[in-house]
């Protein structure tokens, strides 16, 4: 497989070499140059498959001669074994028609997990193999960082800056990151949002000078191989519920639109998905886009769901360059315009076709809180509030397929607002129990181009 960028002038590369570079040099998103199409034979038969052997046969057309069969399960093994299901993502049944797939069993409590534990270790086969090490800068809005820091502390031949929008986190991420003291991780709390601390990745990338000094990587879901990990758990739960012989609905609390593009990955490649539910909290710019076809930058809310708290939502690139027929000549001079002026209009026709598959909700604070104590007292399940909002987004939705809402956290990673709506304390983990009384490392900075680069510089180790 290879994989070409969303704005057509960047080299077109293997999976080895997307996965590594992460943003492509000319601001665009790596993509593969085609989707790969199972039957539906092959389809059916997955079921029954562990989550490993699925997983091996839904990546395995997409990293072509980098990754063969032996070593994607390898890699697989490996990385689900540290969660603390047998199921990797077990489903849970709310009533007859609504269903969660918990993708927050991984060790830092969200589903950032799955993709981030695989991708340092393919990170390190391929690092290991050319002697080569790499530079990760990312931002994050809380889990995204926990989940990188996680899998990569301690690796040999990779660097960890993660920035982090200072005060904007929960407790709980803030310290699964800065409780991390191995000496390749380095958190820098941004004074500023989330979109601030994403603009100054982007720029620190799109800096020739910069990024030519220092063998840059990129852990966000603009890494294509993130994307293709969460694909999987799609193909497991559907299968679950009698795919490929009936269709299956989504709802997905969504924020930079990564996950709920490897579902739309998952349907390219002939998965019966009935609808994906793109749920938003006050921070709508999606919604806005889907029902109205206006995608432009609103002014971050701070809520209760912090990893939605995102008015710029990166891999919508992805979905526009497919809408806008893969030209990606085109779809420069488009993203140049919304960078600009914060502003894109989606024509009719592009944002009718997406309407086939995506709908959308906008969720606001108090219809999340009432939809965590509706699933307590329905089911006894507590929710973290991205989940709540997915899952008050899927009850709106009228179709009529089995409807599975991602359960993206755990509800402990979020204490405050969880006995805030439903008076319940929701505990951590026992493997997490200390958390709280862990000494942390962390350096706050102005949300600065030259100074962010300046502290990367003074640490980082040259190309
Ligand atoms: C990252 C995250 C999201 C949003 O996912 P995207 O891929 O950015 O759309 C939702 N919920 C939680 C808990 C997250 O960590």
Redesign the pocket.
């Given at each position: 497989m290879r994989y070409i960028s969303t704005r057509g002038q960047a080299a077109i590369l293997d999976f080895e070499g997307a996965t590594l570079a992460g943003l492509a040099s000319d601001g665009g998103l790596y993509v593969p140059q085609h989707w790969p199409r199972f039957t539906t034979a092959e389809i059916a038969a997955m079921a029954g498959l562990s989550y490993v052997e699925v997983a091996v046969r839904v990546c395995r057309p997409f990293t072509g001669d980098c990754l063969d069969e032996a070593a994607l399960r390898q890699i697989f093994t490996i990385a689900y074994g540290r969660f603390a299901h047998e199921a990797v993502v077990p489903l849970k049944q709310l009533d007859h028609r609504h269903f969660l797939a918990e993708i927050?069993h991984g060790p830092t409590l969200?589903?950032?997990d799955i993709a981030l534990q695989a991708l340092g270790l393919v990170f390190e086969r391929f690092l290991g193999r050319s002697g080569k090490h790499v530079t990760v800068i990312g931002a994050t809005?809380?889990?995204?960082g926990s989940a990188a820091i996680d899998a990569l502390a301690g690796r040999a031949g990779v660097e960890v800056y993660m920035l982090h929008p200072h005060g904007r986190v929960s407790e709980v991420q803030r310290r699964q990151m800065t409780t991390v003291l191995d000496g390749n991780i380095h958190n820098i709390a941004i004074e500023g949002n989330f979109d601030d601390a994403q603009a100054l990745v982007k720029a620190m990338f799109n800096d020739a000078a910069f990024a030519g000094r220092f063998p840059l990587a990129a852990v966000n879901?603009i890494n294509w191989a993130r994307l293709m990990f969460q694909i999987v758990y799609y193909f497991t739960t559907a299968l679950s519920l009698g795919a490929p012989h009936r269709a299956v609905s989504y709802a997905?609390?969504?924020?930079?639109?990564?996950?709920?593009?490897a579902g739309y990955v998952a349907a390219q490649m002939g998965l019966p998905i009935e609808r994906l539910v793109v749920a938003t909290n006050e921070n709508d710019i999606l919604h806005r886009a889907l029902v109205a076809g206006d995608y432009s930058q609103g002014v971050v809310q701070p809520t209760d769901?912090p990893?939605?708290d995102?008015q710029v939502?990166s891999?919508f690139e992805r979905l526009l360059f497919d809408l806008d027929g893969r030209d990606g000549a085109k779809l420069a001079v488009r993203m140049a315009e919304f960078e600009a002026t914060k502003q894109m209009r989606l024509p009719e026709d592009q944002r009718a076709a997406a309407a086939r598959l995506f709908t959308s909700a906008r969720v606001d604070s108090a219809e999340m809180a009432q939809t965590m104590r509706w699933a307590l007292a329905q089911s006894g399940e507590l929710l973290?509030p991205?989940?709540a909002i997915g899952l008050a987004a899927a009850r709106r939705d009228t179709g009529s397929a089995p409807m599975v809402t991602l359960a993206?956290?755990h509800p402990a990673?979020f204490p405050a607002a969880v006995q805030a709506a439903c008076g319940v304390h929701p505990e951590l983990p026992a493997r997490l129990a200390d958390l709280m009384s862990r000494p942390e490392r962390y350096d706050v900075a102005l949300a600065n181009l030259q100074a962010i680069e300046a502290y990367i510089a003074q640490r980082a180790k040259a190309k």
């Open positions: 927050f969200a589903f950032k809005s809380g889990d995204t879901s997905v609390p969504t924020g930079n639109f990564g996950d709920v593009f769901a990893s939605m995102i939502s891999n973290d991205h989940t993206t956290a990673k």
